[in-house]
């Protein structure tokens, strides 16, 4: 049979980055095809060019055995081609029927074509059992919900080559199974689709073949069948992954951190965080697992000193945390940064990076005025040789600190931050997601670099919706479900089950 | 003080002729802004197409070929501000600023070169364009208030004025309910969405501007063949300036946009009604500081009321596909 | 030789339709009856009217006309440099042996129109439309009010500004538009000393069937049937005399103030608002004119106490 | 962003260079338009603004100004303000200027009286410059609207404090009285009596020592980095720790200082007096300078000096050629700004293709 793609020899560079190198593999109609490798290796640089937002360098590219030339996206779409961003392709004041009809919207005049639109959409959410409502804005959907969205819009747009890049980075594990639900039902139609993750997991459950790319090439292609999460690691890291990492015994020092009576109201009074309690010790790392949205984002917020509380004992060392006589937030997280306090931001793109200054830059932000000398100026052959040392413990690639952080790939730049906030030595440390979409080499230095920091004394306080990370790396875990805490368990009582109910809010009191 | 020293009927009515400037550029200003493009060359649209309006007017003796021509010019300014903004990729307040600058300076040459009165043109005499009596006026004239309403308020203006109060509806609607606004508005919000859902963001962004061109036009058109009967230099007096402020008042939506409008005009009215009058328990303000009413109020009503600005999230920057 | 002349624009330019304008069509007037040519410059701020007039006098020209109180300064400081270079100041007064200031009266021609404006109107209700809330725009209406109260007490005269800025004189929309809200408010005759801004007025003034007065040059051409008279500053005057007192060598240093006696200012009378002028109204005026003249009516000048006292 | 990959000669020398002609070119079709020869126009453009010396300084007097106002508004847009009210602070500044003269200068030296006068400039802008700052940091009212605003307000205010106070009686000129003077800002022809009989000032001095802080603060200082990542990326910044709304506030202070200060040069350097619309756009004129130079120290003072040549040049120029006005040089002011601020790339593809086709 034809294959529905087929890659040859593609080719793109960004400037110096050679992005693909002679891209060779096709893809089968009908079939479920995983791409996986490490980040920055192409994998969503090719897939943007089979959907027209880049124009590949060299080579060709065969839908059905006929070579195509996808300008752009419009082309793509009218090839019945699809595509769900790594990043949100979503209008964010829009409403989600708005949204699905741009670009569909069958007429000059709207109203014609809303409600057709609108009822067809209910249709399929009831089909493909989406909870979306169409009619609400997207900015007020959570993060799972704005990846239905995108969903949906294929769906509705009933493309026959489908995309999905990184779609399930941001959901849970529930929403994954039903996600993959969805494309089982798309394959049983007929429909090719491409499913770029970094979770090997997903890659086994669901696939029918895999391509693995690193460096911009191709470096393996196999059926999913015949292979293992061990191989496919090897193949795109070049050396195999530990799966259980080591750790010294557990032995919680004097408490760190003590929350008692945490609430959180926002302007509309509406209660975000209610009557949250927890001490954390110094030498243990303590977990929260839930559904991302229900409250863990606001209380890292108040704890890194971005947000105030709106009531509540939060003890640091022993010390009240300087919320008192607070009007804002303003200047309030430097303070706590002097205490010790470092905080890895769960959206490094919005808080953690300015994406236009240099990866040299953005090792500075927070501890600009540590690291000024007494005329308030920089020394930056200092700070050069810091970053410099900085990307090479860290592995930072590529290792170039001159370079705008925004050019490296999410793995990369999430690695420059948590180098820069393990480098201030903190007391305590919050964490939040610290590997959504970071492939798995990275995952692994990433949970080392946690783990060593926990094993020296430091004690870390980790938000995270992926259940494996919570289990690699959690001493104690607690399960918040819409801004309470729910449960609370030792690593060793670590049941998923359990956990699942306690995140859906099923807890006996 | 008593009422009657304060016009009211005569405020409503300079409140209408007053806007149409203000309303035709804040609205061509709107298009360009929702689709991302940051407008702040209405102020040399709105003088070259005043210019040359009232030049095709007179030359012509005929309003309509002035406005004509004044679109045409704007429209053309427009898309090489377009070109700059979009194609280019360059900075859009640079873009916009330097057409100010030039216009200023190459109206008044060409108005010279051509007229040899100083950036002046000759005036239109029966070249501009009159206002409007509605069929009844004169029946009506006599029974108070009615016949100030239809008459005054309602009737007696110039096309250009009830085109401009007709096109806050329209630009509500094309936003809001048709296909144009639904893309111009994601092309202002996301651009990568607008284009990953297969729309041309260029030629989006393109079309925005010729809206704005041609809406622009009859700001200036306004100015030169309906308020003053000539084009003088520079008469367009910060109007472009006055627009985009209205624009950003009204957070980028178009009724709250003529509202803004609408309280310039009001102000301003307001300000000469005032001027030597003995108000009480302030007495006379001078005159000089009366000047600044309108622009007073409108920094209350900012710091006041408003809540924060929520301009369009992609306005200013060029569409570029990367990270 | 021929004496080598120069004038200097202020930022007004020379086709202001103010007094720059006039004094080109003076200087013109000058160089079609002698064949003697002018150099004309235009200094756009103070630091340029320095720059240009030092540039001038330089060229060794034999006489400066500088246009505008707003080269009082800088005429002073350059004169002083250039004691053989004569300077003529027109609108303002600069100290210096080699300098004669001339300053207009134009209290006394805006009375004049005053009385024309009181006498014509119905609603006794008059309006005064200036550019920039300065003294020499409160001299011209201060003088108007006089001139209109002196004709009944109880005549109201409603004043208003275009502006701040120096758009203030470049936005006959606006001036238009004051026009406007005073024909509402029951004015029917306007008096607009706004330079471009006040073409905007006489203009509203023609399609309300309103009666509108000039300022500077004779405007009673612009709009006949609705211009009731113009008062009429002879800067052109000043600047063709000076130019041939130049030339005969009876040129004087000093300060002239120029009223109606000396020709400085007056009103216009010409075919074009013929019709408008009765015989009682001319009556008036001219009575008025001569009591002015002979020192029977002194019409206060506002920039004397900075106050009018109506 | 978009740099075609050039060399770096190529796109900070060859590029501007090409920009520049083009907008020439069309000027000089307007002149030829206009009736005049443009080569020889340029010529004397250029020589009365660049090559004589008398020339040149009022070109660098000019430039002076804009310095100032250019460094005003770059330095709120480093923290991603737009500032269009440097017309209005430098007006303004003028007055704080005007009032420590019109009490100080009777009795103080020339040495205390100019840096309290420069204070009063300072101070005055400033102040002009902190309410917007201050409304946008604390009510969230846009900068742009609010310093448009306040240019009008100031526009009143100023006219009605001129008028009313600072007028002497029985004068005409609507100005302060001029200054003693000790007032007066050391011209730099007591130096160089090259320059001739020009205003050019010691203040041209502190405006390069104003470029050369502002680079040092901006590019190397923990201030300037806060300033830009608050410009950059408000999240970020408040993540971390940077007090956005203090730095709003500052920024706008400083802004508004820079742009008072702007009238030192324009009235202790030159006039002496506080007249009415002193300032004549030289705020606006430093939006363009700003944008133009992209608030970079070097390309504020390039573009500073170009404005400040293309002022003198072109009035000496319609001296010589009264066949063209000075508003031409307006015109080609606005050309130049599109042409080298907002095409500046608009040769880059070509001269890539050249460079490359020149390799292989
Ligand atoms: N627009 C761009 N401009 C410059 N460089 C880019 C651009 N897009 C991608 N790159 C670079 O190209 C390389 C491949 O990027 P790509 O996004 O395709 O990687 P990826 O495999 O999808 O990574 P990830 O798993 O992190 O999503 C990276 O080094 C990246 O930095
Ligand atoms: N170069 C400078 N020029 C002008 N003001 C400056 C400069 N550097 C610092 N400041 C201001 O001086 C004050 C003290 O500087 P410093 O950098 O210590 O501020 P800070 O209190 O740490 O501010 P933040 O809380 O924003 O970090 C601040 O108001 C700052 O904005
Ligand atoms: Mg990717
Ligand atoms: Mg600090």
Redesign the interface.
């Given at each position: 049979m034809q294959p529905a793609v087929e890659f040859r020899n593609i080719s793109k560079h960004?400037?110096h980055v050679k992005a693909n190198t002679d891209v060779n593999f096709t893809i089968a109609k009908g079939s479920i095809h995983g791409l996986v490798g490490e980040n920055g290796a192409g994998k969503s640089t090719l897939m943007s060019i089979l959907?027209g937002?880049?124009r590949a360098d060299g080579g060709d590219l065969l839908l059905d055995g006929q070579v195509q030339q996808i300008r752009?996206?419009?082309e793509?779409?009218r090839l019945g081609i699809g595509?769900v961003?790594q990043?949100?392709?979503?209008?964010?004041?829009?409403t989600v029927l708005?949204?699905v009809?741009?670009?569909?919207?069958g007429?000059?005049?709207?109203?014609r074509h809303r409600s057709t639109t609108e009822a067809k959409l209910r249709e399929i959410c009831q089909r493909y059992r989406l909870d979306v409502d169409p009619l609400a804005t997207i900015s007020d959907l959570s993060v799972g919900a704005q990846q239905r969205v995108e969903i949906l819009?294929q769906i509705y747009r009933s493309a026959n080559i489908l995309i999905l890049d990184e779609p399930t980075a941001v959901l849970t594990a529930q929403e994954t199974a039903s996600l993959f639900e969805i494309l089982r039902l798309f394959k049983e139609q007929g429909k090719t689709i491409v499913l770029i993750t970094h979770k090997l997991q997903e890659i086994l459950d669901i696939t029918d073949t895999v391509t693995v790319m690193r460096g911009g090439r191709v470096v393996g292609a196999v059926a999913t069948a015949g292979t293992s999460k061990e191989e496919l690691a090897n193949m795109m890291v070049g050396r195999p992954i530990e799966n259980n990492l080591p750790r010294a015994p557990y032995k919680p020092g004097a408490p760190m951190l003590e929350v008692s009576g945490l609430q959180l109201q926002d302007a509309q009074q509406v209660k975000l965080l209610t009557d949250i309690g927890f001490t954390l010790r110094a030498g243990e790392i303590v977990a929260i697992a839930g559904v991302s949205g229900n409250g863990q984002s606001e209380l890292m917020e108040i704890l890194?000193?971005?947000r105030l509380p709106t009531s509540g004992q939060l003890r640091f060392e022993g010390k009240d945390l300087p919320f008192a006589k607070r009007s804002?937030?303003?200047?309030?997280?430097?303070?706590?940064?002097e205490l010790g306090i470092a905080?890895i931001?769960e959206d490094r793109l919005?808080?953690?990076?300015?994406?236009?200054?240099s990866v040299m830059?953005n090792t500075?932000?927070?501890y600009?005025?540590k690291?000024?000398n007494r005329?308030?100026?920089?020394d930056?052959k200092a700070i050069a040789a810091r970053c410099a040392e900085l990307m090479k413990t860290f592995d930072v690639r590529p290792a170039n600190g001159d370079l705008r952080i925004?050019?490296l790939s999410g793995g990369n730049q999430q690695k420059v931050v948590i180098a820069r906030e393990v480098l201030a030595q903190p007391k305590l440390m919050l964490v939040g997601q610290p590997t959504r979409g970071v492939d798995i080499g990275t995952i692994e230095s990433i949970h080392k670099q946690l783990l060593a920091l926990r094993d020296s004394g430091v004690a870390i306080l980790l938000v995270s919706v992926e259940l494996e990370e919570v289990r690699a790396l959690a001493d104690r875990i607690l399960v918040m479900c819409g801004g309470r805490i729910t449960g609370e368990l030792k690593i060793e009582e670590f049941d998923t089950t359990r956990i699942g109910l306690l995140m859906g809010g099923m807890h006996k009191s | 003080m008593t009422f009657d020293d304060f016009h009211f009927a005569s405020i409503l009515v300079s409140t209408v002729r007053n806007a149409p400037v203000l309303i035709f550029a804040a609205m061509a200003g709107l298009f360009a802004e929702r689709s991302g493009v940051i407008d702040i060359g209405l102020e040399g649209k709105i003088l070259a197409s005043a210019f040359t309006s009232a030049a095709v007017a007179f030359a012509t003796q005929n309003p309509w070929y002035g406005v004509a021509a004044g679109v045409l010019v704007s429209v053309a300014l427009a898309t090489l501000q377009g070109y700059v903004s979009i194609t280019q990729k360059g900075n859009q307040l640079v873009a916009g600023i330097a057409i100010n600058i030039a216009m200023s300076g190459l109206t008044f040459v060409v108005a010279q070169f051509f007229f040899q009165q100083g950036g002046r043109t000759p005036d239109l005499g029966q070249a501009r364009l009159f206002d409007v009596v509605l069929p009844g006026s004169a029946a009506v004239e006599g029974i108070p208030f009615i016949g100030w309403l239809y008459g005054h308020l309602i009737g007696g203006h110039s096309v250009l004025v009830y085109l401009a109060f007709g096109l806050v509806p329209l630009v509500h609607w094309v936003l809001y309910h048709s296909r144009f606004g639904l893309r111009l508005r994601a092309c202002g919000e996301n651009p990568h969405a607008a284009d990953a859902a297969g729309v041309s963001v260029e030629r989006q962004r393109y079309m925005a501007m010729l809206v704005a061109g041609v809406l622009c036009s009859f700001s200036g058109a306004y100015l030169a063949i309906v308020q003053s009967g000539f084009f003088l230099r520079d008469m367009s007096a910060g109007a472009g300036y006055l627009a985009l402020t209205a624009m950003v008042f009204g957070n980028w939506r178009p009724v709250y946009t003529f509202l803004g409008c609408l309280m310039f005009g009001f102000f301003g009215a307001v300000q000469i009604q005032i001027e030597g009058v003995d108000l009480p328990g302030i007495g006379r303000i001078p005159g000089s500081l009366i000047q600044m009413v309108p622009y007073v109020v409108t920094v209350i009503v900012l710091a006041g009321l408003m809540a924060k600005s929520v301009a369009p999230k992609a306005l200013g920057t060029p569409f570029v596909k990367s990270r | 030789a021929d004496p080598k002349m120069g004038i200097v624009y202020d930022a007004g330019g020379k086709f202001d339709k103010s007094f720059n304008q006039s004094a080109f069509e003076g200087a013109t007037r000058f160089q079609k009856e002698t064949n003697i040519k002018f150099i004309e410059v235009q200094a756009s701020s103070d630091t340029q009217a320095e720059q240009v007039l030092r540039g001038l006098a330089r060229k060794n020209l034999d006489l400066i006309a500088s246009i505008g109180f707003a080269q009082t300064q800088a005429v002073q400081k350059v004169a002083k440099e250039f004691p053989k270079v004569r300077f003529v100041l027109i609108d303002g007064v600069a100290q210096g042996a080699n300098v004669n200031s001339v300053t207009f009266k134009e209290e006394e021609g805006s009375y004049l129109v005053g009385v024309a404006a009181a006498m014509a109107s119905k609603s006794k209700k008059l309006g005064f439309i200036g550019g920039i809330d300065i003294p020499l725009i409160r001299t011209f209406a201060c003088g108007y009010t006089q001139g209109a109260k002196a004709v009944s007490p109880k005549v109201e005269v409603t004043q208003n500004m275009v502006g701040t800025t120096s758009s203030a004189w470049n936005d006959p929309a606006k001036g238009g538009e004051l026009a406007r809200s005073q024909f509402d408010r029951g004015v029917d005759v306007v008096f607009a000393v706004a330079g471009g801004s006040g073409m905007g007025t006489l203009q509203t003034a023609k399609e309300k069937g309103k009666l509108a007065i000039g300022v500077d040059s004779n405007q009673n051409h612009l709009y006949p049937g609705t211009m009731l008279t113009s008062m009429v500053k002879r800067v052109d005057n000043a600047v063709y005399d000076s130019f041939m007192q130049m030339k005969a060598g009876t040129w004087k240093a000093g300060v002239t103030a120029k009223g109606l006696k000396e020709g400085g200012v007056d009103w216009a009378l010409d075919a074009h608002n013929r019709k408008l002028i009765t015989p009682e109204i001319e009556k008036r005026v001219l009575g008025a004119r001569k009591d002015i003249i002979d020192g029977k009516i002194k019409v206060i000048d506002y920039r004397v106490g900075n106050s009018c006292p109506v | 962003m978009n740099n075609h990959d050039l060399p770096r000669w190529a796109s900070a020398f060859v590029l501007p260079v090409l920009n520049l002609l083009s907008a020439l070119l069309v000027a000089a079709l307007v002149i030829y338009l206009l009736g005049e020869n443009p080569a020889e126009s340029l010529g004397i453009l250029i020589n009365s603004a660049i090559i004589n010396p008398e020339g040149l300084s009022y070109t660098l007097f000019y430039a002076s100004t804009f310095i100032f106002t250019g460094l005003s508004v770059s330095i709120a847009m480093q923290a991603g303000l737009f500032n269009i009210g440097s017309e209005g602070q430098m007006y303004f500044g003028g007055l704080g200027l005007t009032l420590a003269m019109l009490a100080f200068d009777g009795s103080l030296p020339a040495w205390a009286l100019i840096p309290v006068a420069m204070g009063g400039a300072a101070l005055f802008g400033a102040l002009w410059g902190f309410l917007p700052g201050y409304l946008q940091a604390k009510r969230g009212s846009h900068v742009v609207v609010t310093t448009i605003m306040f240019n009008f307000i100031c526009a009143s205010l100023m006219n009605f404090i001129i008028v009313k106070y600072l007028i002497p009686a029985g004068e005409q000129n609507t100005a302060s009285r001029a200054f003693a003077d000790s007032g007066a800002m050391p011209r730099l022809n007591t130096w160089f009596p090259i320059l001739g009989e020009t205003p050019l000032n010691i203040s041209f001095l502190l405006a390069i020592g104003a470029l050369a802080v502002y680079g040092l603060m901006v590019k190397r200082s923990a201030w300037g980095f806060k300033l830009r990542a608050t410009g950059l990326n408000q999240h970020a910044a408040h993540y971390a720790g940077i007090r956005i709304g203090k730095m709003i506030i500052t920024v706008m202070l400083i802004s508004g200082a820079l742009a008072g200060l702007g009238s030192v040069n324009s009235i202790m350097g030159s006039t002496h007096y506080l007249s009415l619309n002193f300032v004549g756009g030289a705020g606006f004129v430093g939006i363009a300078i700003a944008l133009m130079g992209r608030q970079h120290p070097v390309g504020i003072f390039l573009s500073a000096v170009l404005f400040g040549a293309l002022i003198q040049g072109g009035f000496d120029l319609s001296l010589e050629k009264p066949n063209i006005p000075t508003e031409t040089f307006i015109f080609i002011q606005g050309l130049i700004i599109l042409f080298c601020g907002a095409m500046e790339n608009f040769y880059a593809p070509a001269i890539g293709a050249l460079l490359k086709r020149g390799k292989a």
């Open positions: 960004f400037g959907y937002y880049y752009n996206s419009q793509a779409i595509m961003h990043h949100f392709m979503l209008v964010e004041n829009m708005d949204n009809m741009l670009g569909t919207e007429g000059f005049q709207l109203a819009k890194s000193g971005m804002d937030a303003d200047g309030l997280p430097l303070e706590f940064r905080h931001p919005r808080d953690g990076v300015v994406k236009s200054f830059h500075i932000l927070g600009q005025d690291l000024k005329w308030g100026l920089f930056f925004g050019l | - | - | -």
